[in-house]
C-alpha cells in the first residue's frame, strides 16, 4: 500500500507538471499569434514596407509558416495532454485495486469472525474436545512499482545549436555535454528510490530531425549512457546510433541510481539551413525485460 500511496504522488505531480507546461505552451502560442497578427496589420497599414514585414515575419517564425507555428504548439501539447490523459488513467486503476483490497481485507475479517463464533458456540457432534492447534498458509503479492523523472536540463531539451553548425561535420557535442561540475554532462535519467525492483534502461527517437523542408536522419544523432559521470564517462567510443526503435543502454540500475547520457549529432553535406526537431524518449523497464 504504501508503494501504492508514492506512486499516486508521483503520478499527481507529474499531472501538475505537464499540466503547468500546457498553460505556459498555450501563452506562447496566444503570444505568437498575437505578435503575427500585428505585424500583419502594420504591413496592411502601410506603416512598414514590404522588405520590413518580410524580415521581421521570418525572425518571428525562424523562417517557418505561421501554420508550421501553431502546428508545433498544437500537437506539443497534445502530447502532454495524451500523458495527463494515462496518468489519470493509472490513478484510477490504483484507488479501483485499493477499493477492491479493502473490500477483501473486509471480507476476511467478516468470515474470520463467524468461524471464531462458531469455534466459541457450544454445540454437540459427539466430538470430546476441541483441537488446540492448527495449520494454514498464508501468501502474498507485492506489486512492482518504479519510476524514472529527467534532470531539468534533460528535460528542457537536447540542442546542438542548429543552424550554426557547419556542413559535413561529424560528432557536433550537445549543448549539455560537458557543462557541469568537472566537465561532467548535466543531461541524466532519474530512477526513484522508492522503487522495488532494478531496472534497465532504453532510448529511442521518433523519427528524423525536421525542418520546414528538410531532413536529417536520427541515425545521424548518436547516444552513449553510464551510471559514471565525468569528463570522459559517458564517452563517444561506446556511443549508438539512434533508430525508432528502442535500445537497450545501462542496465541493473538499483533504485536511486542515475542513467547519465551525452549525444553528438552529424551534419550532411546538403543538409538545408533552419532549425530541426524531433523527440527523443526515454523508458525504464524491469531488469531482463526486453526494451519492446
Known amino acids: 500500500m504504501n508503494n501504492s500511496f508514492t506512486e499516486l504522488r508521483h503520478l499527481k505531480k507529474l499531472i501538475l507538471s505537464r499540466t503547468s507546461q500546457i498553460q505556459e505552451l498555450k501563452k506562447e502560442r496566444k503570444l505568437l499569434l498575437n ?5 500583419r496589420d502594420r504591413y496592411e497599414d502601410e506603416e512598414i514596407t514590404k522588405e520590413e514585414y ?10 517557418k509558416s505561421i501554420d508550421y507555428g501553431i502546428s508545433y504548439y498544437d500537437k506539443a501539447i497534445e502530447i ?6 494515462l496518468y489519470k488513467l493509472r490513478i484510477t486503476q490504483i484507488k479501483e485495486t485499493a477499493v477492491k483490497s479493502s473490500v477483501a481485507f473486509a471480507l476476511s475479517i467478516g468470515l474470520m ?5 462458531m469455534l466459541s458456540s457450544p454445540f454437540d457432534t459427539g466430538i470430546t474436545g476441541y483441537a488446540t492447534s492448527g495449520v494454514s498458509q498464508a501468501e502474498a503479492e507485492i506489486q512492482v512499482y518504479y519510476a524514472i523523472d529527467l534532470s531539468a536540463n534533460l ?3 537536447i540542442t546542438f545549436d542548429l543552424p550554426a553548425l557547419p556542413l559535413g561535420t561529424t560528432n557536433n557535442n550537445a549543448t549539455d555535454n560537458y557543462n557541469g561540475a568537472g566537465n561532467n554532462t548535466t543531461m541524466y ?7 522495488n525492483v532494478n531496472v534497465d ?3 529511442a527517437a521518433s523519427g528524423p530531425f525536421e525542418a520546414e523542408y528538410s531532413q536529417i536522419s536520427e541515425s545521424n544523432m548518436k547516444w552513449s549512457d553510464s551510471t559514471t559521470n565525468n569528463n570522459t564517462v559517458p564517452d563517444l567510443s561506446s556511443a549508438s546510433a539512434y533508430s525508432t526503435e528502442f535500445a537497450a543502454g545501462s542496465g541493473d540500475l538499483d533504485p536511486g541510481m542515475n542513467a547519465y547520457y551525452r549525444f553528438w549529432l552529424d551534419i550532411p553535406n546538403d543538409a538545408a539551413p ?10 525504464a523497464v524491469q531488469k531482463g525485460t526486453s526494451c519492446t
Do not use: A, P, Q, W
Not at 535519467?189 to 522503487?195: A, N
Not at 533552419?274 to 523508458?283: A, E, R, S, W
Open 35 to 39: 505578435k503575427f497578427y500585428e505585424l
Open 54 to 63: 518580410t524580415h521581421l515575419r521570418r525572425t518571428l517564425l525562424n523562417g
Open 80 to 85: 502532454l495532454s495524451r500523458e495527463i490523459k
Open 113 to 117: 469472525f463467524m468461524f471464531m463464533t
Open 155 to 157: 528535460e528542457n531539451g
Open 189 to 195: 535519467v532519474i530512477f526513484s528510490s522508492d522503487s
Open 201 to 203: 534502461m532504453c532510448t
Open 274 to 283: 533552419g532549425d530541426y526537431n524531433n523527440t527523443v524518449i526515454f523508458k
